[in-house]
């Protein structure tokens, strides 16, 4: 039985009042709060077993190393991935992806091809650009129409010989857009050798993922979306390709053997993680995972899709608002803005003051924003603790905005 109330009992965060009003979080996005659950292991790390991992034979270290590959260990059941050790630890996408960029470089060559979509997050654009600048090759943009849903039938077009890498978000950050990455995944594998990469941010969250039966050569995504501390996140890469390719940072825990004649590298996870790991965030990150499948990740899909469905509907109501995305199949997000009101930061601060939390601005997101002409939206973003009561409460607020600025 999904119960919403002992859901948000779990986060006390939750309880408290901001500019004197009760705290509607509504910026779920950009990232999610954490269950007590969650914070209680982090804590718990830290009071009782701190101590580095896989390097010492004293009990706590012991300890610390059984209960991080333990949580490799949900990690990879989370995401059905094959083996354990393609489960990489990282700060987070951003560095996964910046990750993958740096350790393709030997990889391509001048005049190459690497195929991103109009809808990606600067992390999925920039680190794709510096390979570009190191190899000579070129970058390459999947459209989208007017409704922000990319055009596949040019990815046909696009895709060749030369194509080395496509990399896409399943989930649009800016405009909750999903795509269709099996599609994408699918006319790849038809007409190319090319690594794919999938930005898993805002899908992992929100859906069960299943990477075997994607078959991506990479998934990335960040634990401070999915309930999880702030500085975790996965790198998950097949087996094959991972080590294939050279490690990204030189340093302790990713050697076999080292002398000044040469080095040998560890063989995989431990490859890709030099130096210390943030365990006790890693731990947690574990522990974000059991939430999840308590509460169960259709429960959590059929409730963030009524709350979207709901907030889509309500906000329609107010004349002038526009929502960017609104034909397109979406999770999660509502991205939208007031006619009239040039500045969707204007329209944040109104909401703030009504302890209302959204984000405002670009979303990294700058080639979404200069397709559409705008310099930014207002984005509500859910999580499984929202209610219906707080989407009205976003909906008054809206109004109030509006009434105010126009």
């Known amino acids: ?49 701190n101590a580095n ?13 059984e209960e991080m590959e333990l949580s490799r260990r949900k990690i990879q059941k989370f995401i059905n991935a094959k083996h354990d050790f393609e489960i990489i630890f990282t700060k987070g996408t951003t560095e996964g992806l910046n990750l993958i960029s740096y350790i393709l470089t030997q990889k391509l060559k001048k005049d190459d091809e690497i195929i991103i979509s109009y809808l990606e997050h600067h992390s999925n654009i920039v680190p794709w650009q510096l390979l570009c600048e190191r ?88 634990g401070h979306k999915m309930y999880a501390p702030m500085g975790t996140g996965i790198l998950y890469g097949k087996q094959e390709v991972l080590e294939d390719l050279p490690p990204f940072h030189g340093g302790g825990e990713m050697i076999a053997t080292c002398s000044f004649d040469g080095t040998t590298y560890a063989g995989l996870p431990f490859k890709f993680e030099a130096g210390t790991p943030n365990v006790g965030g890693n731990i947690a990150l574990g522990a974000a995972v059991d939430f999840i499948q308590k509460v169960g990740q259709e429960n959590i899909q059929n409730h963030e899709n ?34 009239g009101v040039g500045i969707s930061s204007d329209v944040g601060m109104i909401l703030d003051k009504m302890g209302i939390a959204v984000r405002t601005g670009h979303h990294c997101t700058q080639p979404i924003m200069n397709f559409f002409n705008i310099a930014g939206t207002v984005r509500a973003s859910f999580a499984v603790y929202n209610t219906f009561n707080e989407i009205d409460s976003l909906v008054e607020g809206v109004k109030k905005a509006q009434r105010m600025l126009s």
């Not at 991992?53 to 190393?65: C, D, K, W």
């Open 53 to 65: 991992v896989h390097r010492g034979i004293h009990t706590l270290s012991q300890l610390a190393t």
């Open 306 to 339: 009524a709350l979207l469905e709901y907030a889509q509907r309500q906000l329609l109501e107010v004349e002038g608002l526009k929502i960017y995305g609104e034909k397109a199949h979406r999770t999660g997000v509502v991205s939208f803005n007031l006619e």
């Open 135 to 222: 190899t000579g090759a070129k970058l390459r943009v999947i459209p989208i129409d007017e409704n922000g849903i990319l055009q596949l039938d040019k990815l046909d077009e696009l895709l060749s010989e030369k194509t080395k890498v496509v990399s896409v978000n399943q989930v649009s950050n800016a405009l909750g857009i999903v795509n269709p990455i099996e599609e994408i995944i699918a006319k790849t594998r038809k007409n190319t050798n090319a690594y794919i990469v999938i930005d898993g941010a805002q899908s992992a969250p929100h859906f069960t993922i299943d990477v075997q039966k994607l078959d991506c050569d990479f998934f990335v995504f960040s």
């Open 1 to 49: 039985m999904f119960d919403i109330q002992e859901i948000r009992s779990q986060f006390s965060i939750l309880d408290q009042k901001v500019n004197g009003k009760p705290l509607v979080y509504l910026d779920n996005a950009a990232t999610s709060q954490k269950p007590n659950s969650v914070l209680e292991v982090w804590n718990k790390y830290y009071t009782e077993i």
